[in-house]
């Protein structure tokens, strides 16, 4: 079913359609601020904000923050299943190679913030890009589109991006297509259902009574109108790319260098010290819930301050 | 309702069509064949060739395409290269471990959701209340791989108090039968009680690391929805009528609070496919995840295509459960359908 039935080049140019360009866009703008105002007035909202601030800052700054080097070993302090715990020198212990546990989880946030960015700017991207297709054409595309998202929907996520992330062999960039390709769907679906509704309204059904083309209506009103779902649902793939980023290390499809501090990875290291380090398995951990729960805070809070039906 | 039913079971075979092309490419896509890795890296030219040819693989794919298509509508999913078994003993061998987990699972969160979530919305406010969003906040952000390490940590190896790996102590009961492979009603039925109880022991810990995310959303949710019912005008009604506290909670709140939850239990259900996997790495029990992580490892094709399919085929069945129970709730739904 296409949205917008507009029958060939219509009525040249008709300015009337600048008019209505006017509203739609100053109430988008309207909204935009009605949720900014509404987020800082959310507790969760900021503390969401100020976990988020703190884990990019410490991945940006990572080599300024982390006292040693992240890959440096110090075997001459490692016996066999004895690791030295927390001290003043080493804040968080060593691991099993006598490397400083801080410093690792350290520069681990940029292995994280990076993933966690890229694949959903792909993900969203090339999936906005299926779900425009779908969404603005209709008819036999829109149908060919979406059987193909079914089809990706009906594979389990983790097991898409194993696959994918075994296909393309191990490194970062693997990691990063293989989440990125989860969320292609989802954001496809998400897309096209709220260009759907939105071309049901009113002020397309205007728009087309004046004349202008499909493309402006699609492009200029109908697309603005229907991100708001998409924002929120990238915020949340954030958080869910991190996690299977971190889980796809951990199952030992992540970076092919050993040496790189990985979150994920760090935690299946520690897997065979569990009983000697459980210190070490925690830290990993931690530093996941926390980013993870900062960008599922914003993304939450987002979808309320975002939602017309709390609107005052 | 039955006519939508049949419709939604036709639309599998469309989608179960492309899935197999899908993975049929991707397959053979995966870098190295399955006779690297049965053979290593130092076979020789002529024994890998023989390998290929022994499974197939040297013909063109067209025909190894139509091949797999026939045997996979004889639900013959083929031979495991890695564990020289068919696929199809394989997956009834290993799906019944994934069931027993990811239904432990769902049961935890349940059974410790809905009424968490009713009494945090009843007692909006309290300490109660405030725990559980906090917990249920923490709870959606903590994945399978970081809370099972913490788990059998302070459980199976602090205080021992559980089995930290596996489905059951198998020098304690080697010789437990296994008729249906679940293994705790396999227990029960040939009335081998304590090596049901093993195998529910076994089961606890894994279950609450894949449960502990559906359990947040649950409690989220069912609080919300109980919050959102408890307002309506037809509570207040029901409260005028003089009905008893209990019949308008049972019949007016949670009946109505029901509807979001099983969208939210459905929705889980089906993401626990994905947790299962890393659960059963994380606690070394041998089910459907194990086995396709294992497989892409491996490139053991028939197992990879079999499974996928399989999987995909109950992935998409529940999805239409959880779709049909909406009219157990919501009459108007079944009116529609």
Do not use: C
């Amino acid at each position: 079913m296409s949205i917008i039935e507009v029958a060939g080049p219509s009525a040249g140019g008709f300015q009337g359609g600048e008019l209505l360009v006017q509203p739609a866009e100053e109430s988008s703008a309207g909204l935009l601020r009605d949720a900014f105002r509404r987020l800082r007035r959310n507790p969760l909202a900021i503390f969401g904000a100020v976990l988020i601030t703190v884990f990019v800052i410490v991945a940006v700054f990572a080599p300024l923050l982390a006292p040693y080097d992240p890959v440096a070993t110090d075997l001459s302090q490692i016996r066999p299943g004895v690791f030295p715990g927390p001290s003043a020198q080493h804040l968080l212990g060593l691991d099993q190679l006598g490397r400083d546990e801080l410093s690792r989880l350290i520069y681990g946030a940029r292995y994280s913030l990076l993933i966690g960015v890229v694949s959903t700017a792909m993900g969203a991207s090339v999936g906005m890009s299926f779900g425009l297709l779908a969404g603005a054409f209709g008819g036999w595309v829109d149908g060919v589109v979406m059987r193909l998202m079914d089809v990706m929907l009906s594979i389990p996520g983790l097991l898409l991006a194993i696959g994918v992330a075994a296909v393309l062999g191990r490194s970062i960039v693997s990691i990063m297509i293989a989440v990125a390709v989860v969320n292609v769907p989802i954001f496809a679906r998400l897309l096209r259902s709220s260009m759907l509704v939105q071309g049901r309204s009113d002020y397309v059904l205007a728009s087309r009574s004046l004349g202008v083309t499909r493309r402006k209506i699609v492009l200029g009103h109908v697309l603005p109108n229907s991100l708001a779902p998409v924002i929120v649902q990238a915020t949340l793939a954030l958080a869910t790319a991190i996690v299977e980023a971190a889980g796809l290390a951990y199952l030992g499809l992540g970076s092919e260098d050993p040496r790189i501090p990985e979150w994920g990875r760090m935690l299946a290291e520690t897997q065979s010290f569990l009983a000697s380090a459980p210190l070490l398995a925690l830290w990993p951990g931690v530093a996941i819930v926390v980013s993870v729960l900062g960008f599922y805070l914003i993304g939450e809070a987002l979808r309320e301050a975002l939602d017309p039906k709390l609107r005052s | 309702m039955v006519k939508f039913a049949v419709r939604r079971l036709l639309l599998l075979v469309p989608i179960l069509f492309g899935l197999s092309v899908l993975v049929f490419v991707f397959v053979r896509a995966l870098p190295g064949g399955p006779e690297a890795a049965l053979l290593g890296e130092r076979a020789t030219p002529e024994r890998a060739a023989q390998v290929r040819a022994a499974y197939g693989f040297d013909q063109p794919l067209l025909v190894q395409y139509g091949k797999y298509l026939g045997q996979t509508l004889h639900l013959n999913f083929g031979t495991s290269t890695r564990y020289r078994t068919a696929v199809i003993d394989e997956i009834t061998r290993r799906f019944p471990a994934t069931i027993e987990l990811g239904l432990s699972a769902i049961v935890f969160a349940i059974v410790l959701g809905i009424p968490l979530g009713y009494l945090a919305a009843r007692r909006r406010g309290t300490w109660l209340d405030n725990a559980s969003t906090v917990g249920s906040l923490l709870g959606i952000a903590i994945p399978v791989f970081v809370l099972g390490p913490l788990l059998k940590y302070l459980f199976a190896i602090k205080l021992g108090w559980l089995p930290a790996t596996g489905r059951q102590d198998t020098r304690g009961f080697f010789d437990a039968q296994h008729p249906t492979n679940f293994f705790v009603l396999d227990g029960l039925v040939t009335g081998n009680f304590p090596a049901a109880w093993d195998a529910v022991k076994h089961l606890i810990l894994p279950a609450i690391a894949l449960g502990t995310i559906p359990l947040a959303f649950i409690t989220r949710i069912t609080r919300a929805a109980v919050l959102e019912v408890t307002g309506a005008d037809f509570v207040r009604t029901a409260e005028a009528k003089g009905l008893t506290k209990q019949v308008v909670t049972r019949r007016h709140v949670l009946r109505n609070a029901m509807l979001p939850v099983v969208t939210i239990v459905g929705l889980q259900t089906g993401l626990l496919l994905s947790g299962a996997i890393l659960t059963e790495n994380v606690f070394a029990i041998q089910g459907m995840g194990q086995l396709m992580s294992g497989a892409i490892f491996d490139r053991d094709y028939a197992v990879l295509q079999g499974g996928i399919l399989f999987l995909a085929t109950v992935f998409i069945l529940i999805n239409l459960l959880v779709d049909l129970s909406y009219g157990l709730f919501d009459p108007r739904v079944r009116a529609a359908t």
